[in-house]
């Protein structure tokens, strides 16, 4: 079968430059008895090098196009296994053979759904060693920006109070096709076993990252004013006047600890 027309609609930038492809290979470092799990395999630029690597290879691609196109060559490639889904609604903890089994997760990420995709993800990372993820560079740098700066928001937030978060590399769109508009950017996320920001009710703290940066203009106590009070802000040492990207990934956690 040939390689199906790419479909914009599903943020489809296949893979090409074998250079790329081997230097994301190298930095994700399969081991012959990890379980992993491929994002948005498409035509396979990723998939068919993890797989004389691995035991296991799952793969989750929602086009049923490229599903056929994978499953014709699965005979040749006995660890690896399709699954026709949608990764947004994809059940990855049910992957792990066993309670302290934890997958690892790659892939180049469809742009168009990468952000809840990476929310989607977080929620499940209890069983994920890590996740290298190639994102738009824009949402990467949004992904490991630093407190003070226009990129860091709620997005840093929710990522880094769970991972820990390194850039691998830059890929210029030429790397693909049909090349996308922008640059990319792999990551490499880590969860914790043990965050160094824990917070007391997860809900509640991801209730006032998200209610803060939505005002990101205003300052925290205006921002927040439904959630807490002035008095509660400052229980948690923290100043009422600073605005909401001011605060680091622990001052939020503090503030949960506080309003809860
Ligand atoms: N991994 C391939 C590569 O690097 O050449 C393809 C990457 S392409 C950027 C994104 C892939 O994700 C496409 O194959 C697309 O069909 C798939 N995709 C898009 N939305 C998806 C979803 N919600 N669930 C699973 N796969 C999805």
């Not at 929710?158 to 990319?184: L, N």
Request: glycine content about 4%.
């Amino acid at each position: 079968m040939r390689n199906p027309a790419p479909r914009k609609s599903l943020g489809q930038h296949f893979l090409h430059q074998r250079t790329v492809i081997d230097r994301i290979i190298n930095a994700f470092n399969p081991k012959l008895h990890e379980t992993v799990v491929e994002i948005g395999p498409g035509t396979g630029a990723l998939t068919f090098r993890l797989a004389p690597r691995v035991s296991l290879l799952h793969v989750v691609e929602l086009d049923q196009r490229l599903v056929s196109l994978l499953q014709e060559q699965a005979a040749r490639h006995p660890q690896l296994m399709v699954h026709h889904a949608d990764a947004l609604q994809f059940d990855f903890c049910a992957l792990t053979t066993g309670p302290d089994e934890r997958i690892r997760i790659i892939g180049n990420l469809p742009y168009n759904v990468s952000t809840p995709l990476i929310f989607w993800l977080l929620a499940h990372s209890h069983c994920m060693e890590d996740l290298c993820v190639m994102l738009q560079k824009e949402v990467a740098q949004r992904v490991r920006a630093s407190p003070g700066t226009k990129e860091y928001g709620r997005l840093s937030v929710m990522v880094q109070q769970q991972c820990a978060a390194h850039r691998i590399m830059t890929v210029a769109p030429g790397a693909f096709f049909p090349p996308p508009k922008v640059d990319s950017e792999v990551l490499m996320l880590r969860p914790y076993r043990s965050t160094p920001y824990p917070v007391s009710n997860h809900h509640m703290f991801s209730k006032i990252v998200r209610t803060a940066f939505q005002q990101r203009r205003k300052t925290l106590k205006n921002a927040l004013r439904e959630l807490m009070s002035e008095a509660q802000v400052r229980a948690a040492g923290i100043d009422p006047g600073l605005r909401p990207e001011q605060l680091s990934v622990a001052d939020y956690a503090r503030l949960t600890t506080a309003a809860d």
